[in-house]
T-cell receptor
Framework: AQSVTQPDIHITVSEGASLELRCNYSYGATPYLFWYVQSPGQGLQLLLKYFSGDTLVQGIKGFEAEFKRSQSSFNLRKPSVHWSDAAEYFCAVGATGTASKLTFGTGTRLQVTL | DTGVSQNPRHKITKRGQNVTFRCDPISEHNRLYWYRQTLGQGPEFLTYFQNEAQLEKSRLLSDRFSAERPKGSFSTLEIQRTEQGDSAMYLC??????????FGPGTRLTVT
């Protein structure tokens, strides 16, 4: 069975500082990987995805993530955080071949201080 | 592309009542998914459809829950005899074959 671990429940960064959110997955083969962002009371917005190919993927809002097979990780990064980035971030894994259900981590809440 | 829409956005009901939620996917997407999200947790998969066929159901989907997608377009999720433990955000998502899922705004259910 697939699973996702987001070890950081809550992270606080200053506006303009760099950001890295950690994600580790468990899956028997190369998975499909995703990062979503959720503002309070809202649905999830897709930030970026990895299906295959280049292990460094670019997403919206200046985010990027790197797939590291050896570490079973897919960490999300942003070089300079904006106050509007404050939200909950979810990493998710999907099974290759079928791309059916997604399994999500428990999320990391990002707080940005001015 | 108008995105995935869900109605209602909020529902308050008394324990024991039945509720039904609707999801309208992105028009060209043939796959539709339902997830449930409780406070402080990530979404958990409930079920998914490819066109009108329900292909997978989670064990979270007790016999009080039923989902339909009669014409392969919109979908409904019904909860019978609601319990306080059913209080959650119910999220719908859609996708093309083997592609990323796009989520709707969710329906927040409160069972009193």
């Amino acid at each position: 069975a697939q699973s996702v671990t987001q070890p950081d429940i809550h992270i606080t960064v200053s506006e303009g500082a760099s950001l890295e959110l950690r994600c580790n997955y468990s899956y028997g083969a190369t998975p499909y990987l995703f990062w979503y962002v959720q503002s309070p009371g809202q649905g999830l917005q897709l930030l970026l995805k990895y299906f295959s190919g280049d292990t460094l993927v670019q997403g919206i809002k200046g985010f990027e993530a790197e797939f590291k097979r050896s570490q079973s990780s897919f960490n999300l990064r942003k070089p300079s955080v904006h106050w509007s980035d404050a939200a909950e971030y979810f990493c998710a894994v999907g099974a290759t071949g079928t791309a059916s259900k997604l399994t999500f981590g428990t999320g990391t809440r990002l707080q940005v201080t001015l | 592309d108008t995105g995935v829409s869900q109605n209602p956005r909020h529902k308050i009901t008394k324990r024991g009542q039945n509720v039904t939620f609707r999801c309208d996917p992105i028009s060209e997407h043939n796959r539709l998914y339902w997830y449930r999200q409780t406070l402080g947790q990530g979404p958990e998969f409930l079920t998914y459809f490819q066109n009108e066929a329900q292909l997978e159901k989670s064990r979270l989907l007790s016999d009080r829950f039923s989902a339909e997608r009669p014409k392969g377009s919109f979908s409904t999720l019904e909860i019978q005899r609601t319990e306080q433990g059913d209080s959650a955000m119910y999220l719908c998502a859609s996708s093309s074959e083997r592609r990323e899922q796009y989520f709707g705004p969710g329906t927040r259910l409160t069972v009193t």
